[in-house]
Every structure is written in C-alpha cells, then in structure tokens.
C-alpha cells in the first residue's frame, strides 16, 4: 500500500511531538535529581538541601537569553543536541564529586566548613541548569508552533507538561528504589549507579533526537538586517507582560507547596505532633500530584477552551482558595493521606488551609501553558528569541520563594501567602487585559502557517 503525501506529513509531524515529549521528560528528569540529592548533602551542611536546587534556578536566569540566541543562529534541533550533550556533562560533574575531595576543606560557612566535593557537586547542578533551559526553550515554542498557535498550540503544552508532571513524580520514587534510606553515612558515592543511569538516559536522548527531523521555520527566511534590528521581542507589550507573568507564576508554584512544608513541618504552628515532618511530604506530594491532574485535564479541553478563558478561571480561582486557606481558623481539621516510615499510609488530620493550598495544584497546573501561549501569540519569527527570555525569568522559582519565605519567618505563615495572592492579581490581570496584542502593526512574517511547517518534516 502507497503513503500519501499527507500521511507522510501527519507521521512526521507525529514523530516531532513525541519527540518534544521526550524532551519534556527530560527536564523533570534532570529538575528532580536534585531533591533527593539535597537531602544527602543536609546531612553534611544543614543549609544545603535546596542550595542544589537554587543552582539549577541560577543557570536559567544565565543561559536563558543566550538559549533563545542559539534557537535563532543553529536551530531547534541542534540547540536541543547542545542541551543534552551539556546535561551529560553535568551529570558526570556530579559524579565526579563523589570520587575525590570529601576532605579538602574550601572555606567556612558558620559552624561547618565546606569541603571540595560538595563545590564540584554544585558546579555540576549549575551545568546541568544550563541543560533543562536550553531544553525549556526548545519544547515550548515548538509544541506551541506544532499545533498551530492558539488553542491547539496550548493543548501540545499542556498535554507536554502532563508527561514532565508524571517524570515529576517518577524520579524521587525511582531514586529511592536505587539509594533506599537516607542516612547521615549516605554519600554521592552511594548514588553513582544512578547518576551512570542517567548519563545513559542522556546518551540515548542524544540518538533518538540526532535521528528526527524537526522543523525550523525561523531559520527559512532570511529577511532585511535593517527590519532584524528594528524590532525585538520586547517591542511586544503583551509579550514584556508575560515575562513578568511567568517570574511571578514560577515563583508562586514553588513557593506555595514549599513555605507549606515548613508550616506544616513546624508542630507548633501546625498542631500536627506526630510525624509532622512526614505528613508535611505527603501533603505536599499531592499537591505536585493534582498539578498531573489538572494539566491532563487540560490537555482534553483546549482544543475548545481558549488560554484566555483557561488562565482567568485558574487565576480567579486561586485566589479565593488562598484567601479562604489564609483566613479559616487552624482548629478547623481535615483528613488527608499521610505516609512515614514507621506506620506506613494513614489519614492524618491536617488544618483544613492546608487542603486550600493543595487545592491550588489543579489551578497552578495549566498557567505556564497558558502563559506561553497568550504571550508568544503573533510572534511570528520573534517567537524562538521570546522562549529563550522566558527562561530567563524561570528564576523567579528561585527568588520569590526566598521572599516568601522571609516573609514567613519574620511575621507568620499564613501571612506570606499575601504575596501569593499579589502575583495571582497580577496573572488574572494578565488574562483578563494584559495579553492582548496591541502591536499588530509590527511585521512577523506570520505568512508562514502550521500547514507550510508540516512541509517540512518530509
């Protein structure tokens, strides 16, 4: 039986996305090593749990421009080759912290003093930040540009970050089925079957991407350099508006979930007296859990529903779940499904603000799709250097949470949810007024359709 040219075109398009999927993957696959790996290094350093995580955050806020730069110079795929090969990289850094140094003292940090195998531990995290950015600004446009923009383009993504969710949430599982139980004579030299694992998992990323074709509709025209240096990204001011949406978004996914656990954790704000720190994980755990949840559900309906739409419900409805999470009396009690090592799953009886904030997963789940996707909405050939700043701007996931969490420290819990609750106004103005594109005068080169890109997969 002959192939039509259209099912050529239909089975290459195919093969593009679950690549990009693949892509997707990845990056939580890379993201979530650091978790686990944290708590290793806090039995050393007491302060260093999230530090690793803080270096991955560091590097997008470096890479993040120069990433959109190499999507316009080399492409889609070679940046995407790039980001791999520099993923390895940082991986076996990593492992190289666990050969040498563990008694090189480097310099003193209160009363501990730091020693060179934790350095190369973090140079090899702040690399392998560099990897999930390049990738980040690969996926997002491309799964934006292979659905057509729009409604369809936000579907991709979503359904995109549906998988990076459920690696998410398979990474820390798999971890602990390779280390097991983290003790304080844990080391990296205890992990380094998974980090070969995972230079394996890079490796094979490598070929599988080396062999797809994927199309680059930016690099087709050349253009006027003139017309190039006459206009940027940022001459688009419902795209300048998303920047500063997805830094606020970032940082209110992270740090919802994240000043909960502290909460949680703390007996005496919580009221939880056993296995608070425990019941603090698991609680926190489903939150990540609804985020699946609800980007699945997502991926279903925005074949129909607008990013607009999507992103004010979302937006409106978070912030009445973190109004009713900051104002409901803590005696009012709840049960959710705890998990410890000592008694295994059970139903712990939690404040009911925590179950508030949990809620909140099902609503910060579809916002970075939506976001995007209203932000690079007529881009056109501006659309690869607008990803690369947006990654940029992931660091807010590293800033805003330590502001967050300052607030909690200085004054209460409950009250640092104030600034959740700022930037949920800002994301609702956003999808209510900010995302229109007003600049519609500015040429584009929109002439190149959904359909002239499929050409180019076969």
């Not at 699945?296 to 999507?310: A, E, P, T």
Request: glycine share 10%; proline share 4%.
């Amino acid at each position: 039986m002959s192939t039509t040219p259209q099912t050529k075109k239909s089975n290459g398009r195919s093969v593009a996305i679950v690549a990009m999927f693949f892509l997707f993957a990845m990056i939580s696959f890379v993201t979530n090593l650091a978790a686990p790996f944290g708590t290793i290094w806090q039995n050393n350093y007491h302060w260093a749990g999230m530090v690793g995580n803080f270096m991955n955050f560091l590097a997008y806020l470096i890479m993040g421009i120069p990433a959109g730069t190499l999507l316009v110079k080399i492409g889609y795929k070679k940046t995407a080759l790039w980001a791999i090969a520099i993923g390895a990289i940082g991986i076996f850094v990593q492992y190289l912290s666990s050969l040498f140094g563990a008694e090189t003292p480097v310099f003193p940090v209160g009363d501990d003093h730091v020693m060179l195998n934790y350095i190369i531990y973090l140079l090899g995290a702040f690399i392998s930040g560099f990897c999930v950015c390049m990738l980040n600004t690969v996926v997002n446009p491309m799964l934006n540009m292979l659905g057509g923009g729009g409604n369809k383009g936000n579907q991709l993504i979503q359904l995109g970050g549906s998988l990076n969710s459920l690696a998410g949430t398979l990474t820390p599982l798999f971890v602990g089925m390779l280390i097991g139980n983290v003790t304080k004579e844990t080391s990296m030299t205890d992990v380094a079957p998974l980090l070969w694992i995972a230079m394996g998992v890079f490796v094979l990323a490598f070929v599988i991407i080396s062999s797809v074709t994927i199309p680059e509709p930016h690099m087709r025209k050349d253009g006027d350099s003139s017309e190039k240096n006459a206009h940027s990204p940022w001459s688009f001011r419902h795209t300048v508006l998303g920047v500063i949406g997805i830094f606020f978004y970032v940082g209110l996914e992270v740090g919802i979930p994240g000043v909960m656990i502290f909460w949680l954790s703390d007996s005496a704000a919580s009221g939880i007296e056993t296995n608070a720190t425990a019941v603090a994980g698991a609680v926190a755990a489903i939150y990540w859990l609804l985020m699946l949840v609800g980007r699945l559900s997502s991926s279903v309906i925005s074949g129909k529903v607008s990013s607009k739409i999507q992103l004010t419900v979302v937006s409106a409805v978070a912030i009445v779940l973190i109004l009713l999470a900051i104002l409901l009396p803590t005696s009012i009690r709840v049960s959710m499904p705890a998990y410890s090592v000592e008694s295994g799953f059970s139903m712990a009886q939690v404040p009911i603000s925590a179950m508030m904030l949990v809620l909140c997963g099902l609503c910060t789940s579809i916002m970075w799709g939506g976001i995007f996707n209203l932000a690079v909405e007529g881009l056109g050939k501006y659309t690869a250097k607008a990803s690369g700043i947006f990654m940029m701007m992931v660091v807010g996931g590293g800033v805003m949470p330590l502001v967050q969490n300052a607030i909690a420290r200085s004054v209460s819990y409950m009250a640092s949810y104030w600034l959740v609750i700022a930037m949920l106004v800002y994301l609702l103005y956003y999808a209510v007024i900010g995302c229109r594109n007003v600049n519609k005068d500015i040429p584009v080169d929109d002439d190149i359709r959904n359909d002239e890109i499929v050409e180019e997969l076969v």
